[in-house]
């Protein structure tokens, strides 16, 4: 066969592609006959009449077989914005990261530019950068799926908003120090997953940090609505009302915002600084029976800016309670 006949010459095999050499190639070693094997026909042909017409790089041997120089195609990757995103946070260059690796510095660019580290070095980035491996990679995760460069995003997600551990709840709300949104029916599981929560906002928001609580006005058609559709015979409104009253010290606070909205909830938004988790509601089931998707900002025009956008509009047409009017 032709592909028994082909040689490689002045190739370097570095392991990117999964091929195990680690010197140059006299033959096809199994990872470049399998490449090849997977070309099409035609773009086969193509490669082998443009390296036999340069007398360079091809030429016919002894025994009438044809020897080309064969260049291993680029693989596309797609930028680790979470990686860069996580350098920029904690203030590490990538003088900085290769020192602590021990790598060198156009290794560090590649692993920004897409290429996967070894493990251990993935360990020690992650520890240097407080970080999960999982979510500085996610393709070494099982979880892996196509499209994971337009979902870079999430974080994590949960079948139920009920499954997300209490402590991410308090690493999110003890971690932010620009900027909490509530966007919710009643939000009234944050106060018990969270005790002194409206005590602690109020406390942040004296530091310097926003914070808007937007909650379902009890007495809205649209509350009305949702709670005839989970045939809780009123539940909802006494939680919106029971939540009302665990947040009154925010209501209260001259530089905090609390709200009650009008709006069909489509989703419920927590929003901490550069973190958010957002809860898209069911046909009736109740908000810890739904979904949860965990999201990180990552830069402009991402999914965690459009569901902040999404908070943004409902706040604006929320009107102040009663005790801040």
Not at 46 to 57: L, Q, V
Request: net charge negative.
């Amino acid at each position: 066969m032709l592909l028994d006949q082909l040689a490689i010459l002045d190739s370097v095999c570095d392991g990117a592609d999964g091929c195990g050499a680690r010197r140059s190639c006299p033959l096809l070693c199994d990872v470049c006959i399998r490449h090849l094997v997977d070309l099409p026909i035609g773009q086969l042909i193509r490669r082998f009449h443009r390296a036999a017409r340069d007398a360079e790089t091809a030429w016919w041997d002894v025994l009438g077989r044809l020897v080309l120089v064969w260049i291993r195609p680029e693989v596309e990757h797609v930028r680790n914005e979470r990686l860069r995103s996580a350098m920029v946070r904690t203030h590490i260059s990538v003088e900085d990261l290769q020192r602590a690796v021990g790598v060198d510095p156009k290794t560090v660019q590649r692993w920004l530019n897409g290429r996967v580290p070894h493990q251990r070095f993935r360990w020690a980035v992650a520890e240097l950068l407080d970080e999960d491996e999982a979510y500085l990679w996610p393709t070494t995760s099982v979880e892996t799926s196509a499209g994971a460069g337009s979902t870079a995003e999430i974080v994590a997600v949960y079948a139920r908003r009920a499954e997300v551990d209490r402590r991410l709840w308090t690493k999110l709300i003890d971690d932010s120090r620009r900027e909490v949104c509530i966007l919710g029916y009643a939000a009234l599981f944050l106060t018990e997953a969270y005790p002194g929560l409206a005590e602690r906002l109020v406390a942040k928001a004296e530091d310097g940090c926003q914070v808007r609580v937007a909650l379902a006005d009890p007495s809205s058609a649209e509350v009305a609505a949702r709670d005839a559709e989970e045939h809780q015979d009123g539940g909802l409104v006494a939680r919106i009302q029971n939540a009302l009253t665990r947040f009154r010290p925010v209501a209260l606070c001259e530089v905090a915002d609390l709200r009650l909205h009008h709006e069909p909830m489509y989703n419920s938004v927590f929003r901490f600084d550069d973190q958010m988790v957002v809860t898209p509601h069911l046909f009736r089931r109740g908000g810890f029976e739904s979904p949860a998707l965990h999201l990180r900002r990552l830069g402009d025009h991402g999914i965690f800016d459009t569901f902040a956008k999404h908070f943004d509009e409902v706040w604006s047409s929320a009107i102040a309670v009663p005790s801040q009017a």
